[in-house]
């Protein structure tokens, strides 16, 4: 009897790859490496995906102390953009694409009225497909639709109104616009729903006016560009200035300089005269961010009043397909349990037929 060798056609081949595609060794492959992604991404700071100098140049600041030397390399190696890099997307791209072919593949066997297909374990095995899939789907409209603003401050008792052009600050609560957030007096935080805010840092600020000698005004100014303000707000996320051009002043406000600043730590305020920069006086503001009552200066012919004004710096996200994530996790989560104790069900049962086969033989 002669046998004949069936050479392997096209067809053959597309049917192996297709295997690949909707098999599990191929879906466990990117979990895998998506996991090792975002653990990483979880592990080292990423940078601010915003066009904000000062705030890239705060990361950096921040980074550079964390990871010294290493930084450069790590920043080189794109290990600070992890889930903005395309290799990353690619990942997730493939990963939707093998949702999608595997749920394809079970709607065809369900089709067939294939004897597995109809059991309970195969379904919650759809559901899970489906739902990783909406899952995917919702995380990138999110990043199409919806935006983050990194490093917003704002002093206690204002709201903020977030926009995709920019940011603005009120100086009292409000709740206008769609996407805004309020901290109250007492640095609590209420905000709309579709935002997410996350406390990343609080610390001292004051508010600051002053009158001259004859009881008029004075003006501030806290940089070249910006207008003269008769009171000002200033958040002492690090050392800051402030002009006052009729007193002839530069204050310079130092916050504590302790790597892990307490809630009570005091605030020193130095008073230099311009021209020529020689120091006329130095004050120590105490109680930090839980101070209460304003303080008053008086230098020469100029009387400061700095008011306590807390900040809080937030990082805020705007996810206008959260309850799309929030229901295709659900159904992820239902999909998982609900394969799980099916299939554990299925195995005691085949476990104790066979048992039983086992006795009966043995009595025969």
């Known amino acids: ?4 060798k069936t050479e392997p056609t096209s067809r053959d081949f597309w049917r192996y790859l297709w295997q690949i595609a909707t098999g599990d060794y191929l879906l466990a492959a990117l979990y895998a490496a998506i996991a090792g992604g975002v653990g990483l991404a979880a592990w080292l700071p990423q ?34 953009t992890i889930t903005r890099a395309w290799g990353f997307r690619l990942l997730l791209a493939s ?15 369900w089709r067939r009225g294939d004897e597995q297909a109809r059991q309970k374990p195969y379904l919650f095995h759809l559901l899970t497909e489906f739902a990783g899939l909406l899952l995917l789907l919702s995380l990138f ?28 600050t009120k100086a009292s609560t409000g709740t206008n616009g769609p996407t805004w957030v309020t901290v109250d007096e007492h640095g609590q935080l209420r905000y709309s729903p579709t935002v997410w805010p996350f406390v990343a840092e609080r610390g001292p600020g004051f508010r600051v006016t002053g009158t001259d000698a004859e009881g008029h ?41 302790d790597a892990d600043r307490k809630a009570d730590a005091p605030v020193v305020v130095q008073a230099y005269r311009s ?21 008053e200066w008086n230098i020469e012919d100029a009387t400061l009043v700095f008011a306590p004004s807390p900040y809080v710096r937030l990082r805020m996200m705007f996810a206008p397909t959260l309850w799309m994530t929030s229901v295709s996790l659900l159904g992820v989560a239902t999909g998982v349990c609900g ?9 005691v049962g085949n476990r104790g037929e066979g048992e039983g086969e086992g006795e009966d033989a043995d009595g025969e």
């Open 1 to 4: 009897m002669t046998t004949t």
């Open 47 to 80: 940078a601010p995906d915003i066009h904000s100098a000062s705030a890239y140049a705060q990361w950096f600041s921040t980074t550079q102390d964390q990871f010294g030397r290493l930084t450069t390399g790590l920043q080189a190696l794109g290990l600070f």
């Open 95 to 109: 990963l939707g694409g093998v949702f999608f072919l595997r749920g394809i593949e079970r709607v065809g066997q």
């Open 141 to 168: 409209l999110s990043r199409l639709c919806g935006w983050q603003q990194e490093y917003l401050i704002i002093h206690y008792g204002e709201t903020a109104i977030v926009t995709l052009t920019g940011v603005w």
């Open 217 to 257: 005004p004075l003006t501030f100014k806290q940089t070249i560009n910006t207008p003269p303000t008769r009171q000002i707000d200033v958040a002492l996320t690090e050392e800051q200035y402030l002009a006052v051009p009729e007193a002839n002043l530069t204050l310079r406000m130092i916050p504590s300089s």
């Open 275 to 295: 021209p020529p920069g020689r120091l006329e006086g130095e004050i120590t503001i105490e109680g930090g961010i839980e101070r209460t009552e304003a303080m």
């Open 339 to 347: 394969e799980t104790f099916f299939s554990h069900v299925a195995y």
